[in-house]
């Protein structure tokens, strides 16, 4: 399934752009070497990686941290979350959001019992690591992934204690913490304005936003076809800007119609499917929740911009998981990809010795 995703996406850019097809082509190999390498290097067990939480935990702050830094960090479209070296560039975060999630499982695992009885000296170490994120990534202005962040802690949290008022807790918290970004922040205003009424502000904030809904729109039930889909003015200028990264969703629906959007959010919901069972055959607690929160992380990912694009939230700037034009997204989406395939291959291989 994440190489028919990738696949579809190349499929999409080269139309869009075939410079940029090639380039997510050199992307795609890389991707699938860090997949085999990640499958090499944990084949044993890669339940070592508990041993080791804190230590992934304090490295995924350092990637995080990476960005706010002077001279290596690079702000693009109000979100400082690039880091630059020379002509290279990537988003640390992509990768920092795995480690995290093993930091979580581990953590999750040790501690789930005393958490479930809801000692709040318990949750100082998970806390302290959580809290450090979602302050780097505030002070990054990078609010599409501190949703992302926060909400994989919330279902991570919930899988382990079993406690939905854990969970109802931190949404009450976020959405506190919410108010107070968009009384603040003024991007995050400008966004919530954009998403309760684009056509207030039809040449800034929402044009985005209503080119998109309109190129949906323009799609129909079978869609223009291949190739045939108007993403360009008369001038040549791009109707909807950064298309075939966050708005590629639109530019597929535009083309595929009704019949061939929903056909890919279908391969998403049976890689979401699947992953969830291999996190109910996992037969220790780490597998399980590793299984899980890297499944939930790809399922909110796609719904936070799936879900922007289509105006059910506010827009944030993530990438469709495979699909959008991007080398760290890619990348990072294949070594999850690896991630749940060795969970899954020790639940089938203790399962056939049973």
Not at 105 to 120: D, H, S, T
Not at 192 to 220: F, T
Request: proline share 3%; hydrophobic share 55%; glycine share 14%.
């Amino acid at each position: 399934m994440g190489a028919l995703l990738a696949a579809v996406g190349v499929t999409m850019i080269y139309r869009l752009d075939p410079d940029d097809a090639f380039r997510q082509g050199l992307w795609v190999i890389v991707g699938v070497g860090l997949f085999s390498a990640t499958l090499v290097a944990l084949r044993r067990d890669y339940r070592r990686l508990e041993a080791y939480k804190y230590l992934v935990g304090l490295g995924a702050l350092a990637l995080l941290a990476l960005p706010a830094l002077p001279l290596i960090g690079h702000e693009v479209n109000g979100a400082r979350i690039w880091v630059r070296v020379g002509t290279f560039q990537f988003q640390p975060g992509e990768f920092a959001k795995l480690l995290l999630i093993v930091f979580l499982a581990g953590y999750l695992r040790e501690k789930r019992e005393v958490l479930a009885q809801g000692r709040l000296k318990d949750f100082g170490p998970l806390l302290l690591i959580w809290g450090g994120a979602m302050l780097v990534l505030a002070q990054t202005s990078d609010l599409g992934q501190a949703l992302l962040y926060f909400g994989i802690f919330l279902g991570m949290l919930y899988v382990a204690t079993g406690r939905a008022l854990f969970a109802a807790a931190g949404l009450a918290l976020f959405l506190g913490g919410a108010y107070a970004m968009y009384q603040v922040v003024p991007r995050v205003g400008v966004r919530v304005a954009a998403w309760l009424d684009p056509w207030g502000d039809q040449e800034g904030a929402g044009y985005q936003v209503i080119q998109a809904l309109y190129s949906i729109a323009n799609g129909g039930f079978a869609g223009t076809g291949f190739a045939r889909g108007t993403f360009t003015n008369v001038g040549g200028g791009q109707l909807i800007p950064f298309l075939n990264t966050d708005f590629i969703y639109a530019a597929l629906a535009q083309e595929l119609g009704l019949v061939g959007s929903s056909a890919l959010l279908l391969v998403y919901m049976l890689f979401v499917m699947r992953g969830f069972r291999t996190a109910l055959l996992a037969s220790d607690g780490f597998s399980k929740l590793l299984a899980a929160g890297l499944t939930f992380g790809f399922a909110l990912q796609t719904f936070i911009i799936v879900g922007g694009i289509l105006r059910l939230i506010p827009l944030t700037g993530i990438t469709l998981p495979f699909v959008s034009y991007g080398g760290s997204s890619l990348v990072a989406n294949f070594v999850l990809l690896a991630g749940l395939l060795l969970v899954s291959n020790r639940a089938n291989a203790l399962r056939g010795t049973q």
